[in-house]
């Protein structure tokens, strides 16, 4: 067993966590994203009054990436948020708390960890494929290996799931659920499960919540050229040297989609929960302007998803495939973004 | 995106279930909405499924005129590439890639059968054969 504890500087004498809860308290939250919404569950679940915006928010989880060395089914991983884990690694800090992570190198030895900690009355997340879930519908099962699902009991052969993409809680057997935890391949999870050790802070706290915003302009506005605004410049520029008439340009672009609007809710639901987490900030500092900026957001998500529709459109034939015009579509979000985190850098100042 | 332009579609790819959204209500507020699904996202997401399934069915028509080894078939049913059962298997793509020849794949050890069998998460006779019917 790999035991990886995030422990951020510990200042507050820490409270150690007292799970009383029981299973039936455990409160099945809906989400938009897996990891937002499990760790937020899972806050909630021990007293910290933090909704799954503010997760995402206050973890500076916002982002874009164009990864075209890490393939998916042969096509390039495109990012519209930060990489597995940072939301649940960038709460350990604004709340002081500290995160327990878990690989097991034998497949049994995670089984049984999960087991001990469900007898323990812990309710506990874990990383999973979304293929061998056989709850998924079928139409969404690929071989993605960065899902995450909270397993908050066990009765007989099932493990009880709140999986935050779903409306209500799932159920599914042990031997289906050990294949999607070890399930190998790209971002394999390698049976990964985490659980909150202790937890300082039990309720966010408004320079937290600045610092958030600073550090999610930074990733926005960076250096990297793959990363950011300058990551959805370099994509356009790959889309504007598509040919029009081709099977694979058509497979790309709807690709790019697929990653935008299905994969853990993608680029325009992200920049609405984003919208969401501002509000709440702009209440939290007292800071309207934050507010203001929020509306911003909205009207560039509207953006993406015009972005995403015009693209839909030419994959089904519905208008004639125009490489130049998408491209032209995705730097109009890139300029757009650009204003808009200089000026959220601004407020948050 | 407000509450009211939430796409009431359906996506059939979500099989009835329906998805979180953010969308702003008449008060300007986030709020959670549920939401059956998106003509767009079913249309990329059919598209992805297609590619498997059109693969799938070449591979089977190919393993049938004996051109394809039915572990071709296996892979692409079970929504994978070489470089996904490379990486499932632990083995090298190259050798994944030779093992898909209906010659060396006849000849593959019991073992070898084994861990293809595993993971792709159905049994050795499976493996060695192909679905009566078409499934398309």
């Not at chain 1, 500087?9 to 799970?19: F, R």
């Not at chain 1, 909630?44 to 075209?68: C, D, K, N, T, W």
């Amino acid at each position: 067993m790999n035991t990886e504890v995030i422990n951020p500087s510990v200042i507050n004498p820490v409270s150690v966590i007292e799970d009383v809860a029981t299973q039936s308290a455990f409160q099945h939250q809906h989400a938009a994203h897996c990891e937002s919404g499990v760790i937020s569950s899972l806050l909630r679940h021990q007293g910290v009054a933090i909704s799954e915006a503010m997760a995402f928010g206050l973890s500076a989880a916002l982002s874009f990436a164009y990864l075209p060395f890490i393939k998916m089914g042969g096509m390039p991983l495109i990012a519209y948020r930060m990489p597995p884990r940072f939301i649940i690694k960038g709460l350990a800090k604004p709340l002081n708390a500290t995160f327990a992570f878990e690989t097991f190198s034998k497949p049994e030895a995670g089984k049984e960890r999960l087991d001990e900690l469900l007898t323990q009355g812990k309710v506990v997340g874990l990383q999973s494929s979304v293929y061998w879930l056989p709850y998924f519908p079928e139409d969404m099962r690929f071989h993605f290996n960065g899902h995450n699902l909270l397993v908050y009991g066990r009765e007989g052969d099932d493990y009880l799931i709140s999986d935050p993409v779903f409306e209500t809680t799932v159920r599914c057997a042990s031997a289906d659920l050990q294949r999607a935890r070890f399930a190998k391949g790209a971002l394999a999870p390698k049976g990964m499960l985490y659980y909150p050790k202790s937890i300082a802070n039990r309720s966010v706290q408004p320079e937290a919540v600045l610092g958030a915003i600073r550090k999610n302009c930074k990733i926005m506005l960076g250096p990297i050229p793959i990363v950011g605004i300058r990551g959805m410049r370099m994509l356009a520029k790959k889309i504007r040297k598509l040919p029009a008439l081709s099977a694979e340009t058509n497979a790309f672009v709807g690709h790019i989609i697929r990653m935008q609007e299905e994969i853990g809710t993608g680029g325009a639901g992200f920049r609405f929960v984003y919208a969401a987490f501002l509000q709440e900030a702009a209440a939290l500092t007292n800071r309207p302007q934050l507010s203001q900026l929020a509306g911003e957001l909205i009207t560039i998500g509207d953006g993406w998803r015009a972005f995403a529709l015009a693209t839909a459109r030419m994959v089904k034939g519905r208008d004639q495939m125009n490489p130049g015009k998408l491209a032209d579509l995705l730097l109009d979000r890139a300029t757009a973004e650009a204003a808009f985190f200089v000026a959220l850098r601004d407020a948050a100042n | 995106m407000n509450v009211n332009e939430v796409p009431q579609e359906g996506n059939s790819t979500l099989s009835g279930g329906r998805k979180a959204v953010y969308a702003q209500n008449d008060n300007g507020e986030m709020v959670i909405v549920a939401c059956p699904g998106w003509e767009v996202e079913e249309i990329v997401t059919m598209q992805a499924v297609d590619t498997l399934k059109e693969q799938a069915s070449v591979a089977l028509a190919g393993a049938i005129a004996g051109v394809c080894s039915p572990l071709e078939y296996w892979m692409y049913e079970k929504r994978m590439d070489p470089g996904v059962l490379a990486q499932s298997t632990g083995l090298w793509q190259w050798r994944v890639r030779r093992h898909l020849q209906p010659m060396r794949f006849a000849k593959l050890s019991p073992k070898l059968l084994s861990v293809y069998a595993d993971a792709l998460g159905i049994s050795v006779a499976q493996l060695q054969s192909l679905p009566v019917k078409s499934p398309l």
